[in-house]
């Protein structure tokens, strides 16, 4: 990776599984952090089967596992935590998920293995975190959209809680674990010079991320509730059906948008009343005011309401699917998808970075490898192995 690379030079260690910590460890690598994958040498990390594949080949695991070098080591031998503790001892971050108590029982827990190397930023990230009542449970994305409060407020008044159809609260959590990842490397690199243990519950981050919802019923004792695609904060705010059957995202969250919406609709008439001046009052009065702007929408084809709205300077999206992201000129003025050329796929489509650095820019360097591909690079390469030992601790199911 180029020096210029904002992570160059920051060893990071991956050995969780699934998607929350993985993916916070993709996002290091993608901004040049040299990663070492670690999976089991019989089970792999389970995302490798997750989702469609393609000749036997899961295709998320292609983004998941893009930027690193993917090694096996069996945690629960001896022979094997041993290795483990050597490529600690080299490392600046390790990012684990196991059930608490685990490490700890194999020996790799936080106080063996900061002994090792007083420098090493250990990521906990757990569903539920390393204590509480709850510690112990199997925890997964969708019991943190769950709990947080994401379901009960998601969805059509009279219809049931609603989850949403991707991991959010694994993908909200990985952001969340790189951040605190960045802050334990600054601190360390900054003056405290030792590093730390970073306990991450993913049924968490939802909580912070879905706002004031805790304060609300704190000081008001209200309960959010379930609007479908409305807001309780301002309104008109839907999605509407066009003339060409397609459909359009309409927002009001600021007040100047709102009046433009209204006379750009041809009902200029409601702005003068008193409920119109301000989002939560236009909130309660979101029957009357969608009927307008769907009305209005109903009656032209998607392209006419866009360039509609962009001369009346109002908020309006299309609703669109993966083929849309794929063929809209804003997503490829900013790379937001990019190609790369692939050992099994040749040439490859996935989500580039996630954001542009002027000075330290990050790139693909490669997609998702197969499992033990760099074992010789890592454990000889790096470790000193050789490879009659390599050899032998494949025969032993330890690598």
């Known amino acids: 990776m180029s020096p210029r690379a904002s992570m160059h030079g920051v060893r990071v260690i991956d050995c969780a599984t699934l998607f929350a910590g993985p993916m916070a460890a993709t996002i290091l690598g993608d901004f040049g952090a040299d990663v070492i994958k670690v999976e089991h040498p019989a089970k792999g990390d389970p995302s490798r089967g997750h989702g469609p594949q393609k000749d036997g080949i899961g295709l998320w695991w292609k983004i998941l596992g893009r930027n690193k070098q993917t090694v096996t080591l069996n945690l629960g031998r001896s022979r094997g935590a041993e ?15 196991f059930r608490p108590g685990t490490m700890e029982r194999w020996g790799l827990g936080p106080d063996e293995l900061l002994s090792i190397n007083p420098r090493l930023v250990m990521a906990r990230v757990t569903g539920f975190g390393q204590f509480g009542p709850y510690a112990q449970r199997a925890g ?24 949403p159809p ?13 951040i605190a990842i960045l802050m334990a490397l600054y601190r360390r690199d900054t003056g405290a010079g030792s590093g730390q243990v970073i306990d991450l519950a993913i049924i968490e981050p939802l909580v912070t991320l879905l706002g004031a919802q805790t304060t609300v019923f704190d000081q008001l004792g209200l309960l ?18 066009t003339a060409d059957r397609k459909w359009v995202a309409v927002s009001t969250s600021a007040q100047s948008v709102a009046e433009r919406v209204l006379r750009l609709v041809g009902h200029p008439e409601v702005i003068d009343e008193p409920w119109f001046a301000d989002g939560t009052s236009r909130a309660r009065h979101a029957e009357e005011l969608d ?19 962009e001369r009346a300077e109002a908020a309006v999206a299309p609703v669109y699917d993966v083929r849309d992201v794929l063929a809209d000129p804003q997503y490829q003025a900013l790379g937001t998808v990019t190609t790369i050329d692939d050992e099994d796929f040749g040439p490859l489509r996935m989500p580039n970075v996630m954001f542009r650095m002027s000075g330290t820019p990050g790139a693909i360097r490669w997609a998702g490898r197969s499992v033990g591909a760099d074992n010789e690079s890592v454990f000889c390469g790096r470790l000193g192995l050789t490879a009659d030992e390599l050899a032998k601790l494949r025969e032993a199911g330890v690598v």
Not at 147 to 161: C, E, K, L, R, W
Not at 291 to 309: C, K, M, Q
């Open 83 to 97: 290795i483990f503790r050597d490529l600690v001892a080299s490392a600046d971050v390790l990012i684990e998920n």
């Open 140 to 163: 997964f994305g969708t019991l943190a959209e769950s709990m947080s409060g994401f379901a009960a407020m998601t969805g059509d008044p009279d219809g049931p809680p609603t989850l």
């Open 166 to 178: 991707f991991g959010l609260a694994d993908g909200v959590t990985a952001l969340t674990t790189a």
């Open 224 to 241: 959010p509730e379930r609007m479908g695609n409305r807001s309780g904060n301002n309104a008109p705010r839907n999605t509407y059906q």
């Open 291 to 309: 009927s307008y702007v769907a009305d209005w929408i109903a009656r032209r084809t998607r392209s006419e309401v866009i360039e509609a709205f």
